[in-house]
């Protein structure tokens, strides 16, 4: 079974995406994959269409099962960027089995 680890990132009320802690914060968790072994795809950036539902920032990692999921969340580069972010933004996750999901396509 491997997952989807999907994380959206809201700034909280005063904060901006140019501000040098986003972008310190921002940096630090485009670098996940090259520090945790665990992650088997990586993907972070700024939202980039603007409306007024979208979330700030994102970040999307592949991850062979349960077992490594769990090793990423107790690594101390995750914990250092998610320390970062909870002083910057709310967020919301989804883990998704990818075996469960469905994919539509030609």
Known sequence: MTIRHIVLFRLNAGMDRGDSCVLRAAALSRTHAEH????????????CGGRSISC???????????AELDRYLKDPHHRRGAGQWAELASWVVIDVDEGESHVSGE
């Open 36 to 47: 945790i072994p665990e992650i088997l795809e990586w993907w972070a950036g700024f939202d």
């Open 56 to 66: 700030d920032f994102m970040v999307m990692g592949l991850f062979a099962g349960r």
